[in-house]
């Protein structure tokens, strides 16, 4: 499977959701994700941001309202950063999946980039973040 579901199916969130990033940075912005099209409010959803080389910044488990959820995150530098997503909805800290390897659950990328058969190149995830930002994204499902 692709490295992004992988990644998913093995992190248990629950070791390390908060790590914390709000510190003082001279330069430093606040990035709002706000995620839509969630299909229940069964469960949470497990956020990850990465900088451009890969590394992971923040994670959090977000809780579901009216099918859908935010996170606001102050203290980010100035930097590429993508979001990736899944909707956890039995809270086991992974990302399920069939069978065949088809994910049973939501999730979703930071400018809504869409892969073929896998996830999308990281390229097509990263954004610019250089004032206060505020993303969407909308999960999908098989």
Not at 13 to 19: D, I, P, Q, R, V
């Amino acid at each position: 499977m692709t490295t992004f579901f992988v990644f998913f199916q093995i992190l248990s969130f629950y070791a390390s959701a908060g790590m914390n990033l709000e510190q003082n940075f001279a330069d430093s912005y606040k990035l709002e994700i706000n995620i839509t099209k969630i299909k229940n409010n069964s469960g949470q959803v497990a956020i990850q941001i990465l900088d451009e080389r890969k590394k992971i910044v923040k994670q959090e488990l977000v809780p579901i309202s009216d099918k859908r959820c935010v996170l606001a995150v102050k203290g980010l530098p100035k930097g590429k950063y993508a979001v990736q997503i899944f909707h956890d909805e039995n809270k086991n800290g992974k990302m399920d999946f069939n069978l065949l390897g088809i994910p049973k659950e939501g999730y979703g990328f930071s400018n809504d980039a869409r892969g073929f058969m896998s996830e999308p190149a990281f390229s097509k995830q990263l954004f610019n973040l250089d004032q206060d930002r505020a993303i969407q994204i909308k999960l999908s499902y098989f």
